[in-house]
T-cell receptor, first 109, second 112 residues
Framework: NAGVTQTPKFRVLKTGQSMTLLCAQD?????MYWYRQDPGMGLRLIHY???????AKGEVPDGYNVSRLKKQNFLLGLESAAPSQTSVYFC????????FGSGTRLTVV | KNQVEQSPQSLIILEGKNCTLQ??????????LRWYKQDTGRGPVSLTI?????NTKSNGRYTATLDADTKQSSLHITASQLSDSASYIC???????????FGKGTRLSVIA
């Protein structure tokens, strides 16, 4: 039982490049979330999904897009990366409690 | 505005000692409060969850308290171990579709 798996774990992008972060959960959870964690700040919600085929904006959605084509996967896309998007990204799913992935450390240079 | 404030920002204690971390929140209406432990380079892991009717909850050497009237919570760690070194995050959930509100965390370092 892997829980929540995020890939990749690390990535360095050049400004303007695009990439997709993958979150996969094997707990059959309906709710999934993408957060970013920056130094000196609490986790901030980027986008979330309440079920397959649905997505909604969180607190800091600008510059990101998401898709939930399959219940077990929640993808976070950066179309044109900016240095301000350098952060650690966490995916979480919610069943009886929240389960977080181990994070993706993204650096945009 | 819904906020969660934690104190202290960081704390260094000797192995074997006890410590208490504080969390004050303004989230309303309130549903539940969670304490998470986040090891460096890892995602947060749940320690406790309390609803408004619960005053205290324990998980091994971790004991959380909640005063819903004053909107304060504390996390007490007993007989600290080196492996307790981590960030401890207080997270509050409101009712309905209110998203989680995260505190900035307290960075605890336990030294030998």
């Amino acid at each position: 039982n892997a829980g929540v798996t995020q890939t990749p774990k690390f990535r360095v992008l050049k400004t303007g490049q695009s990439m997709t972060l993958l979150c996969a959960q094997d707990m059959n959870h309906e709710y999934m979330y993408w957060y970013r964690q920056d130094p000196g700040m609490g986790l901030r919600l980027i986008h979330y999904s309440v079920g397959e085929g649905t997505t909604a904006k969180g607190e800091v959605p600008d510059g990101y897009n998401v898709s939930r084509l399959k219940k077990q996967n929640f993808l976070l896309g950066l179309e044109s990366a900016a240095p301000s998007q350098t952060s650690v990204y966490f995916c979480a799913s919610y069943g009886y409690g929240y389960t977080f992935g181990s994070g993706t450390r993204l650096t945009v240079v | 505005k819904n906020q969660v404030e934690q104190s202290p920002q960081s704390l260094i204690i000797l192995e074997g000692k006890n410590c208490t971390l504080q969390c004050n929140y303004t989230v309303s209406p309130f549903s539940n409060l969670r304490w998470y432990k986040q090891d460096t380079g890892r995602g947060p892991v749940s320690l406790t969850i309390m609803t408004f009717s619960e005053n205290t909850k324990s998980n091994g050497r971790y004991t959380a308290t909640l005063d819903a009237d004053t909107k304060q919570s504390s996390l007490h760690i007993t007989a600290s171990q080196l492996s307790d070194s981590a960030s401890y995050i207080c997270v509050v959930t409101g009712t309905g579709n209110t998203p989680l509100v995260f505190g900035k965390g307290t960075r605890l370092s336990v030294i030998a």
